[in-house]
Nanobody, 115 residues
């Protein structure tokens, strides 16, 4: 089993920045894929960014150039640096930890961007 703990959400004005963190504990795999997803009210959950172990990040078109995903393997932690935030970025953000056997979700953290 893997446990994920997210932190870093909050309220910010448009144009501001936030940094999300998600730390994993438990059975950690050398090969894994970290990801951030988000879900706005009344919307489906959507992929924001992914970063595989030893691979390059990929981003949704809506966040390219504004968000950066990174990982610290020594700390089993993934980060999402969000800059130039827009009101449409408002959502609950979930981290996801993918292993060769199954995926795990964080508890979610609310990000609210005011106009």
């Amino acid at each position: 089993q893997v446990q994920l703990v997210e932190s870093g959400g909050g309220l910010v004005q448009a144009g501001g920045s936030l940094r999300l963190s998600c730390a994993a504990s438990g059975r950690i795999f050398n090969f894994n894929i970290w990801g951030w997803h988000r879900q706005a009210p009344g919307e489906q959950r959507e992929l924001v960014a992914v970063i595989p172990s030893g691979g390059t990040p990929n981003y949704a078109d809506s966040v390219k150039g504004r968000f950066t995903i990174s990982r610290d393997n020594a700390k089993n932690t993934v980060y999402l640096q969000m800059n130039s935030l827009k009101p449409e970025d408002t959502a609950v953000y979930y981290c996801h930890y993918g292993t060769p056997y199954r995926g795990y979700w964080g508890q979610g953290t609310q990000v609210t961007v005011s106009a």
